[in-house]
């Protein structure tokens, strides 16, 4: 019964929600950060090839891919570290309530830490929201790019002349890809549809979407970190306030 019981009170100890909120954590930016950097590095090589023809057209594009691949490794290493501070604070949070360490107190620095890293989290996971929303840019325009590409396919069966379906076109310029001045900026019937076909463009939607799904599982995650650090600071405020041993 004395291991059965400290395995019991071991069991009770583990933060469950800070658990599962790190590991969906965890997922979520190894999807987002290493999906994401090759998806940019296929984008490059796309526009590169398909969308332009001058160098000078896609240089801030280029620029901006590397500088955000660098950002991505900053991002992968910051939540790998905020992650692990908030599973520690989730256990130190639980062992307290539940008595764990017997004569340990929660004491005044301890619920301060708390509520910090409440207000850290609520701000991360708004930004994060942000960046949600702006992962959903590439995929949408892939999406688009699929859809063009299908209808291109369709007239090709159904209509004998080319110039029938020359005029659907796929314009990198109106997504903010290239500026407007970039020739041709755009690639129009079977050339889009050739496109569509080849590997890389597979390979970069489906990079996009899997980096799409682990941001909105990072978005999850924080969103349970707040919601599991706010109750643990409402518990511990409670036994604070009654003089409990915790």
Not at 122 to 149: D, E, G, K, R
Request: aromatic share 18%; with cysteine; charged share 10%.
């Amino acid at each position: 019964m004395g291991c059965y019981d400290c395995c019991i009170r071991c069991l009770g100890a583990v933060p469950y929600p800070s658990l599962v909120a790190t590991l969906l954590c965890f997922t979520g930016m190894a999807l987002f950060c290493g999906c994401g950097h090759e998806a940019l590095a296929n984008t490059e090589v796309l526009v590169e090839t398909y969308f332009t023809r001058n160098i000078q057209d896609y240089v801030i594009l280029a620029s901006f891919i590397k500088y955000f691949q660098y950002v991505i490794y900053g991002l992968a290493s910051f939540f790998f570290l905020y992650c692990i501070l908030l599973l520690a604070e989730g256990f130190y949070t639980t062992s307290a309530v539940k008595q764990t360490f017997g004569e340990f107190r929660s004491t005044r620095c301890g619920r301060c830490l708390s509520l910090t890293f409440i207000i850290v989290t609520y701000v991360l996971a708004v930004i994060w929201l942000a960046v949600f929303a702006f992962t959903a840019i590439p995929v949408f325009f892939f999406f688009n790019m699929a859809q063009t590409c299908h209808t291109i396919n369709i007239l090709a069966e159904t209509t004998p002349s080319i110039n029938q379906h020359g005029w659907i076109c796929m314009d990198a310029r109106q997504y903010g890809l290239l500026p407007w001045n970039a020739m041709p900026g755009k690639a129009c019937g079977m050339t889009l549809a050739s496109i569509c076909k080849t590997k890389e463009f597979f390979v970069t939607y489906d990079l996009y979407i899997a980096a799409f799904a682990g941001a909105g599982i990072a978005l999850l995650a924080l969103f349970l970190y707040v919601v599991a650090t706010t109750y643990n600071y409402a518990v511990l405020r409670f036994l604070g306030r009654k003089g409990l041993r915790c």
